[in-house]
């Protein structure tokens, strides 16, 4: 109880303050670490505790139960939480060993930090809302840091879509209080049962394309590649290793929870779009010549698993997409980490994030790859997509590194001590989940019990 | 009752899709702020279903659900933010590109494209010349 309390007071007290004092001090940016750290270590003792019984629900305010706001820790979301927090914590240690440029960014990013948690832990559809406007409006500055013209443009495309995007996913919500009658998610799961299949069919529709928008799965994805491109490094780390886990938690949360008969009614498209992404995403990077412009697209491709995973369905699938989205944030966080930085360390760190990335042992992608193909095995057309998918990444990942490292044709300056120890950790971190998988494997399947449609 | 308030929603999205699709980038935060209007009608209608509002003084009968109410008013207070950082991102862009029509912005962004792709062209042919 007080574990979830502080999880979620610290960052957004802390951020509250940080953004008006000048982050461009070392000691703010360390405060903002120091907070967002506390943070991690709430989360860590929350997730032990539930992992031990039933999933935490606390009614907040003392109201009585169905009136008050309820946060539920269960370990999907708790998984999720604590993601962001790893991603957030390394772009920003990344940032303040290189020197805050702008006074805002330690308490945006500590107040993002405060809407994610929010996010993954709230039981209420309306504060779901709340907390995903707060982490989005942080993001749209963050989206502006460094201040070139580039990141002012991109920033504003990515501002007006994602606006857009929210907006309709508040149609949604709107709908799902008016055909059910109740913001308790738990309570909505329970009565969509006996929601006329066509509203509830168009409720869906909703949410999934809010969420898509957040993810840039293919057909949404075109404000994806400027953005990620025009911001820093630590911004396009934060952006896709965090900002974007609302879309996979939200497509596993809505889609396996509220929605599970929608779901199974749209698998089949779930897996057509997934296709397209990944097939997209893989071609597109092929054809690019700078690193941050691969990633990024190849982030619309990684995604595509994801969504390939949540079309599948069932503990198996839900679980493969939650490791699979775990592990590509980890290996997106290093890579745009690495994107503006030389040096020996760095061309082994971005060797083997490819390597993850593509989905080679001992790398942490190998495991999110041999899970997406058991959810996989039934169908040889999903399994050949997933294939090629795999060889397109490894061609663009190495395509890069080629071109960046043995042509020298990297852009930047050699990393300091401490970067290198930060991405190296990171990179160890992936390494450790590859050769001891377990672990993470139970966690996520632990993850995808809680979601009801996992049943089927 | 909520058939209006339907049509009422759908006209306020069609004119904020059309806003958003012009090439004035003021407009654009314009129809951003219609559509957030369209959602903040619905979720009022949502709960219009028992009776009238729910607005003291109370008149006869049943009222319907105060909650969608309190709701809108959340959404109305983080919509009023979000759109003030709207409009100061387009401050900044403005003064950046000394424009307000996105055409403009993106043809500057174009040519920046079109410059790095002559570059690293021309590299790749230097590259080859060597090879050979």
Known sequence: MTALSIALVVPWAAGTVLVLLDGRRRLVGWLAVAALGVALVALVVL?????????????????????????????????????????????????????????????????????????????????????????????????????????????????????????????????????????????????????????????????????????????????????????????????????????????????????????????????????????????????????????????????????????????????????????????????????????????????????????????????????????AAGSPALLLLLFVGSALSFVYVFQIYQYDFWREGRIGRPAGAAQQILIGSMCLLILAAGIWPEPLLALSHAAAQVLAGADR | MTIVFAFAAAALFGIGAYLVLSRELVRVVFGVVVISQSAVLTLIASALTHGPAPIAPLGEGPVSDPLSQAMALTAIVIGMAVIALLLALIIRVVHAYRSNEIDEIAEAETERDARLERQSGAEHEREEAAAR
């Open chain 1, 47 to 375: 997730a032990t505790s539930v992992a031990s019984d039933e999933s935490l629900v606390i009614t907040t305010g003392g109201w009585p139960v169905g009136v008050g706001i309820t946060l539920r820790a269960d370990p999907l979301g708790l998984l999720f939480a604590i993601l962001s927090l790893v991603v957030l914590i390394a772009a920003m240690l990344h940032e303040v060993l290189d020197g805050v440029r702008e006074r805002a960014f330690p308490g945006l990013v500590t107040l993002l930090a405060a809407g994610l948690s929010g996010v993954f832990l709230t039981g209420d559809l309306f504060n779901f809302y709340v907390f995903f406007e707060l982490a989005l409006a942080a993001s749209y500055v963050l989206a502006t840091y460094g201040g070139t013209r580039r990141a002012l443009s991109a920033a504003l495309v990515f501002a007006a879509v994602n606006l857009l995007g929210t907006f309709v996913f508040l149609l949604s919500v709107a709908s799902v209080y008016h055909v059910t009658g109740t913001l308790n998610m738990a309570g909505i799961a329970v009565r969509m049962a006996n929601v006329d299949p066509n509203a509830a069919l168009l409720i869906a529709v909703g949410f999934f394309v809010a969420f898509s928008v957040k993810l840039g799965l293919f057909p949404f994805h075109f404000w994806l590649p400027t953005v990620y491109t025009g911001a820093r490094p630590a911004v396009a780390a934060i952006l896709s290793g965090g900002l974007a886990n609302i879309g996979a938690y939200g497509l596993l949360r809505f889609g396996g929870e509220l929605l599970a008969r929608e779901l199974e009614l749209a698998a089949g498209a779930l897996i057509i779009i997934g296709s397209a992404s990944i097939l997209y995403g893989g071609i597109l990077a092929i054809s690019r010549r700078s690193s941050s412009e691969v990633i990024a697209y190849s982030a619309i491709g990684q995604v595509g698993y994801v969504l390939v995973a949540i079309g599948i369905g069932g503990t198996v699938g839900f679980g493969a997409a939650i490791l699979y989205t775990v592990i590509n944030a980890l290996n997106k966080t290093v890579l745009f980490l690495t994107v503006r930085m030389r040096g020996v360390v760095i061309g082994l760190v971005f060797a083997f994030a490819g390597f993850s990335v593509a989905g080679v042992p001992p790398a942490a992608g190998f495991i999110g790859k041999l899970e997406l193909f058991r959810a």
